[in-house]
């Protein structure tokens, strides 16, 4: 039993804490209240730069590919997940400037509560893979929507299989 | 509280012992010189045990509803009108909306009830077939609002208690129907009431891939919507305190799922503190409203912790590298029932409210989460999956005697009415263009029906009684 006691338990809310990332780039879920940097739908948000810039967040997101998915109740990365993430690493040890957010993702088949755990347990298996590829742990943060943001919307596998993923959002900020 | 009693003579001359069935001819000459002495007994004074007074046992069985007559309750001053019949008609729609009680129509009235004290025909009621009466009497004065009433079991021509009267505004008019139909249907079925209830729960609106949500709070029959939240970020799952007077909820407006605490009279909010890099949710206030029982994921494995608000003392209760989440108090606050994928899929236990080892209760097919204790500590009420459907489902504590209530593509999240005889629950369709409801259903399973509310909702949290 651990037994954490922590100075202030409750801090009052924000009005302005919409985002803790101001900065973020590409196919983020970034809540409810999208902002005009973030593509909520993801697929067709590229992210700034160009494609043929390998230093810019659209190269990272479309030609790297900022996302893996999983097969149902999983979070191992398959063979393809492994490939896209020692292309993610690469660029983000190449680009030191950004970070990341590791979003996880469900698709609908569970309950709620199950499918954040269940979000959480995807983004942080990318994130100890980005780790394990050299990839300071500090530059990477995890969340989970579970299944509150589908990018895909028919109720069948094909769909599914497109929500059950883990995105890797860039953002900018100079590590200190 | 109590109105003060009238004279109970009303018409006893036929008088009838029986449990409320109509009246058979034969059997009312039969039992002439039997009457005469129950009346004589019941002039003399309280009377004791009869013969079958008027009582519904909820069962798991089929249920003959019983019928009711409400006339119209009498408006008492000339601005009382028209609140009185809404009101009457409120009580009826309360009782109906049940499927435990049955209204005679109005138009099938042999007499009205014109004066709330003047003596009851229960013949004329008795022949349309009404079990039990309601009448009351409303006055309004300014803003002021007074209702009383009374319950008649129609067979044996007795009052059920003794007349009540709830005095209000008349703003809150609503509120005073249900009070009346929670002291009807608690007379009649010795059980708590539940009309009288607010639910808060998120209100949805926009496409699938890109939904709104915000938290609302209604009357548990859909009326008296008010928003909480703006739709400015995703809101999830709140729970009310025992007393109703906060609100939990998991919010995204940091970007991580985060608690937060609302007071709903003023909409004031605090988190709950969260270290970075760790994701708060599923939370539930403990039994004295003082502490919140929650999920905290850390590290990719998500456990049950304890939080005190006024000490802030954190307290871990799980420590397994599986998902252990939706955890609920039983009512004495000893127990916690939560889901876990430990075995390898979701599967409910059972552990002491300060951790240890925890038992497995579900041992069903497929696969068991969001168990929610009975308020009165008998069932515990879960989600369950199983070979595509999902379920609305109670078993007991010992995960015995399990039944499902519910099935359909996606229904999860049951609630349960203070009563712990009616659970609400999400229910969502299939597709592109599927939209969550709130549904209602009898501990029985019967009685599924819509909760009446303009646009989509989900994640309800049924309050308590109000007082």
Redesign the interface.
Same mark, same amino acid.
Do not use: D
């Given at each position: 039993?651990? @037994?954490?006691?922590?100075? *202030?338990?409750?801090?009052? @809310?924000l009005a302005t804490?919409?985002? *803790? =990332?101001p900065n973020r780039f590409g196919a983020g879920s970034?809540?409810?209240?999208?902002g005009a940097d973030v593509g @909520?739908?993801g697929a067709g948000a590229g992210g700034v730069g160009s494609v043929s810039d390998p230093s810019s967040p659209m190269f990272f997101n479309q030609t790297i590919g900022d996302r893996v998915l999983f097969v149902i109740d999983s !979070?191992a990365i398959s063979q393809e997940g492994r490939a896209i993430l020692d292309g993610q690493a690469q660029w983000l040890l190449t680009n030191a400037d950004y970070r990341a957010?590791i979003e996880g993702h469900a698709d609908?088949?569970?309950?709620?509560?199950?499918n954040?755990?269940?979000g959480?347990?995807r983004a =942080?298996?990318v994130r100890?893979y980005l780790v394990s590829r050299g990839v300071p742990s500090g530059r990477l943060? @995890?969340?989970?929507?579970g299944k509150?943001?589908?990018?895909?919307?028919? !109720?069948q596998e094909s769909c599914y299989a497109q929500n059950r993923r883990a995105v890797t959002v860039l953002s900018f900020a100079r590590i200190s | 509280m109590f109105y003060d009693m009238v004279s109970k003579s009303g018409d006893n001359r036929q008088y009838r012992p029986a449990r409320g069935r109509p009246n058979r001819q034969s059997k009312a000459e039969m039992m002439k010189r039997v009457l005469t002495l129950l009346v004589a007994l019941f002039l003399a004074g309280p009377v004791l045990a009869q013969g079958g007074p008027l009582r519904l046992t909820i069962t798991d069985g089929v249920i003959e509803p019983i019928t009711f007559a409400v006339p119209s309750f009498e408006a008492e001053t000339p601005q009382a009108q028209q609140v009185a019949q809404d009101i009457s008609r409120l009580v009826v729609a309360d009782l109906a909306g049940t499927g435990l009680f049955r209204e005679v129509p109005a138009a099938a009235f042999i007499s009205q009830v014109s004066s709330f004290v003047q003596p009851i025909a229960f013949s004329d009621w008795r022949a349309v077939n009404a079990q039990a009466l309601i009448t009351g009497a409303v006055t309004a004065r300014g803003d002021q609002l007074v209702v009383k009433f009374r319950v008649y079991d129609v067979f044996s021509g007795q009052e059920m208690g003794g007349g009540l009267q709830f005095a209000g505004t008349t703003a809150g008019w609503r509120r005073m129907g249900h009070k009346v139909a929670d002291a009807v249907y608690s007379r009649i079925t010795g059980e708590g009431g539940y009309f009288d209830s607010r639910v808060v729960f998120v209100s949805e609106s926009g496409p699938k891939d890109n939904r709104q949500k915000r938290l609302a709070i209604m009357d548990q029959d859909g009326a008296n919507l008010q928003f909480l939240t703006d739709s400015s970020t995703i809101v999830l799952a709140p729970r009310f305190s025992p007393n109703g007077d906060r609100v939990l909820y998991t919010s995204f407006e940091s970007g991580f799922p985060r608690i937060n605490v609302l007071n709903v009279a003023s909409l004031g909010r605090q988190q709950l503190s969260t270290a970075p890099g760790e994701m708060a949710f599923s939370p539930r206030f403990s039994r004295d409203g003082q502490s919140v029982i929650y999920s905290l994921s850390n590290g990719g494995t998500t456990d049950i912790y304890r939080t005190d608000l006024a000490t802030g003392q954190h307290l871990r209760l799980t420590q397994t590298p599986s998902i252990e989440t939706a955890p609920s108090l039983s009512p004495n606050g000893d127990q916690i029932v939560f889901e876990s994928d430990r075995s390898g899929t979701q599967q409910l236990y059972i552990m002491p409210a300060n951790g240890g080892e925890a038992r497995r209760i579900s041992f069903g097919e497929g696969r068991y989460g969001t168990p929610v204790w009975s308020p009165r500590g008998d069932l515990i009420a879960f989600t369950k999956q199983n070979a595509g459907r999902f379920h609305i489902g109670v078993m007991r504590t010992d995960g015995s005697e399990e039944r499902l209530l519910t099935s359909s593509f996606l229904d999860e999240g049951p609630t349960w009415a203070p009563n712990g005889r009616v659970i609400m629950f999400s229910r969502e369709t299939q597709g592109a263009a599927g939209a969550s409801a709130l549904y209602s259903v009898d501990i029985s399973g019967r009685n599924l029906k819509a909760v009446p509310i303009q646009g989509a909702a989900s994640d309800p949290s049924w309050g308590p009684l109000q007082p």
């Open positions: 039993m651990n @037994v954490i006691t922590k100075a *202030t338990v409750l801090i009052l @809310v804490a919409a985002c *803790t =990332n970034g809540g409810a209240g999208a @909520v739908n !979070s957010i609908e088949q569970g309950t709620r509560e199950y954040l755990a269940l959480f347990r =942080n298996a100890e943060e @995890v969340t989970s929507y509150e943001r589908p990018i895909e919307i028919c !109720s | -």
